[in-house]
């Protein structure tokens, strides 16, 4: 603002403050016709020349509760959780605060502590949106196609409550970058459909004999109960005869989704994106010594989600309107889903505990994000493109 636009405002002020309405009207004729201001901007400078100094230091509004401290205490949280939103990870702080305490590598103050573990669900749903990154990776490419065969495997669509226990979803995870071309390495992902417990493999390609080994090493390592049933997509490295004659001779039952509906496997697909994807994203891997390291980082993984990482289920469903209002059960982990289980045996269950007393989040979050970039530098060495 000018030197002219700035000075009928100063002569007029300590007239303006005690003039009557009308006085006030005919003070802001002249400074409008002097300034070529709006009127209303002109009632509002005088208004802040007003208050200038006044309120300095009046700090005015709701004090703020969570304070920088606060909000680094849940970042904290936040990240050993694996970057959990809040439904999943507010019931669940005082775990992962205990987690942290246990390996001295808590550092908050005992008040920002205690904000921490009052804090709402819709605070905490406000903060975690601003520690997310704000960057967008593209889609990955599809290899599921459709097979001659299918008709081999009869096709199911639930309920699934009606299952074993054992009985997973099935899918492969392509790790192309931003091509499909030449040979590169696939993720199996099964999860069991009824506490969301999930096993991984890498693979190098998705080829027959492959895919049943890696499913085999599945059912034999990284399941506490026993494999009963398998459910994937239509896709040829399930819906073939290889994959029907080994579910047959390990007695599991083997049955198919609906070709083009990928709801049918709402579970698995699911966690292709927010265990998968989240682990080791949309880049290339074609070395085989990187398969190698990936499969050891997916031991790892398997143990973080299976025992410290909650996950929700969906219990109601209400179509309102044109959209559908879903409610939630508590977050809680495949682990804990399990203990409470009338329909878990009392084995499995000592089984469980016996392996989590031996487990610290910390020290396999630390051993993961070192096996990540050990499988991004064995990439780079073989020479082939990250992306």
Same mark, same amino acid.
């Given at each position: ?8 405002? =100063? ?5 303006y ?12 004729? #002249? ?23 006044k309120?300095?230091d ?8 969570y304070?920088?401290d606060?909000?680094?205490?849940? $970042? ?27 390996? +001295?590598?808590?550092?908050? @103050? ?18 975690? +949106? ?13 290899t599921?196609?459709?097979?001659h065969? $299918? ?18 979803q099935?899918?492969?995870v ?13 993720? !199996? ?6 506490f969301l ?8 390609? /998705?080829?027959?004999? *492959?895919?049943c ?25 399930? #819906?073939?005869?290889?994959?029907k ?16 509906? /990928? %709801?049918? %496997? ?5 966690r %292709? ?11 290339? #891997?074609s070395?085989?010594?990187? *398969? ?11 143990l #973080? ?12 469903k &209400? ?5 559908? &209002? ?24 000592? =089984? !469980? ?6 487990? @610290?989040? &910390?020290? !396999?979050?630390?051993k993961?994000?070192?096996? $990540? $970039?050990? &499988? ?10 990250l992306?």
């Open positions: 603002m000018t030197k002219q636009e700035i000075n009928p405002f =100063k002569k007029y002020f300590k007239k403050l005690k003039a009557s309405k009308k006085e006030k009207g005919e003070i802001l004729n #002249i400074v409008t016709e002097l300034t070529d201001m709006n009127r209303k901007s002109a009632i509002r400078k005088f208004r802040r020349m007003q208050l200038k100094g309120y300095i009046d700090h005015r509004g709701r004090p703020c509760i304070t920088p606060a909000i680094a205490a849940l $970042k904290d949280v936040w990240d050993l959780s694996g970057e959990l939103c809040a439904e999943r990870l507010h019931p669940n702080v005082d775990i992962y605060i205990e987690e942290l305490k246990e390996k +001295n590598e808590w550092n908050n @103050s005992l008040t920002a502590t205690d904000k921490l573990l009052k804090m709402s669900l819709g605070t905490m749903k406000n903060k975690i +949106n601003n520690f997310v990154a704000e960057y967008k990776k593209g889609k990955g490419k599809s599921t196609k459709p097979t065969i $299918k008709f081999v495997v009869k096709v199911f669509t639930g309920p699934w409550d009606n299952t074993l226990i054992g009985y997973g099935l899918d492969t392509v790790h192309s970058g931003s091509s499909l071309s030449g040979n590169m390495a696939y993720t !199996l992902n099964f999860t069991e459909v009824h417990w999930i096993g991984l493999r890498a693979q190098m390609n /998705k080829g027959e004999s *492959v895919t080994k890696s499913l085999n090493h599945v059912k034999d390592n990284q399941l506490p109960f026993p494999m009963t049933g398998i459910h994937p997509d239509t896709g040829s490295e399930f #819906i073939n005869w290889y994959l004659k080994w579910t047959d001779s390990v007695n599991v039952d083997f049955t198919r989704s609906r070709a083009g509906k /990928k %709801n049918d %496997n709402m579970l698995v697909e699911e %292709n994106g927010h265990v998968v994807r989240k682990i080791i994203g949309y880049m290339r #891997i070395c085989p010594e990187a *398969v190698k390291v990936l499969n050891e980082l997916y031991e790892v993984e398997c #973080i989600h299976n025992y410290f990482t909650p996950v929700r289920r969906t219990i109601k &209400v179509k309102v309107g044109s959209r559908y &209002v879903r409610t939630f059960d508590e977050a809680r982990s495949p682990y804990l889903r399990m203990l409470a289980s009338d329909r878990v045996s009392d084995d499995i269950k000592e =089984k !469980l505990k016996s392996v989590y007393e031996t487990l @610290s989040l &910390v020290d !396999l979050r630390k993961s994000a070192r096996l $990540k $970039k050990e &499988v991004v530098e064995k990439q780079k060495l073989y020479g082939d493109r992306w």
